[in-house]
């Protein structure tokens, strides 16, 4: 069992830059993978970016070179650097711990908008 909270989340204009925190109740060295997930108004919930417990990552195509995941097994935190904001960026982000059927947090809100 491991509580998920995000933070970082706000409103950024195009082309400006967010950092996502994502805080768990215990150790995340034994957790294996830790991703970032994002939901859109009317889609479906999407892969934005995973990352191991060796370190590897994995990104979707669509934020490949904007977004990096990285993880601080010290601090019990996962952080998404999120560069070059684009509009469709636009969604709640989530943050996840041993895949879409393990541990979720609440979300937190990312607007893009001049």
């Known amino acids: 069992q491991v509580q998920l909270v995000e933070s970082g989340g706000g409103l950024v204009q195009p082309g400006g830059s967010l950092r996502l925190s994502c805080a768990a109740s215990?150790?995340?060295?034994?957790?294996?993978?830790m991703g970032w997930y994002r939901q859109a108004p009317g889609k479906e919930r999407e892969l934005v970016a995973v990352?191991?417990?060796?370190?590897?990552?994995n990104y979707a195509r669509f934020v490949k070179g904007r977004f990096t995941i990285s993880r601080d097994n010290a601090k019990n935190t996962v952080y998404l650097q999120m560069n070059s904001l684009k509009p469709e960026d636009t969604a709640v982000y989530y943050c996840?711990?041993?895949?879409?059927?393990?541990?979720w947090g609440q979300g937190t809100q990312v607007t893009v908008s001049s």
């Open positions: 996840n711990a041993d895949g879409t059927f393990g541990y």
């Open positions: 215990r150790s995340i060295f034994s957790i294996n993978v």
């Open positions: 990352i191991s417990s060796t370190g590897s990552t």
